[in-house]
């Protein structure tokens, strides 16, 4: 018969485990993003690592000035919600008809998954 490892041994071994598979872990999340063809691929995100508010603005600011041109009249709002980033731009002149782009940007990914101009 075999003896019985000891508790710390078995601690030990479930140490080591632990360590290897945080190791991994940490080794994939720090892949860097590659361009692919012109088109920017974002890297899979962890669970709990969320798309900055610098960064959706920057989404939707790179869509609105292709196709509002001048953002000047424009005031941005963007709120993170369950569905993900709301960037909307409203009329800075609230005696103005009309309105900007409001967008709906995912949160993980930082892909546009909703637009809407108003004119």
């Given amino acids: 018969m075999t003896p019985e490892p000891k508790a710390n ?37 962890s669970i709990t690592e969320r798309l900055s508010r610098e960064d959706a603005l920057r989404e939707a600011k790179d869509d609105a000035s292709r196709v509002y041109k001048d953002l000047s009249q424009y005031r941005v709002e963007a709120t993170l919600q369950e569905d993900g980033w709301h960037v909307d731009y409203v009329l800075r002149d609230d005696l103005l008809d009309g309105g900007g782009a409001h967008y709906l940007i995912d949160d993980r990914t930082g892909q546009i998954l909703r637009k809407k101009y108003e004119q």
């Fill in 9 to 45: 041994e078995k601690m030990t071994v479930h140490f080591l485990l632990l360590s290897f598979v945080l190791l991994i872990t940490a080794c994939r999340a720090a892949e860097p993003k590659q361009d692919v063809g012109g088109e920017r691929v974002i890297d899979d995100r």
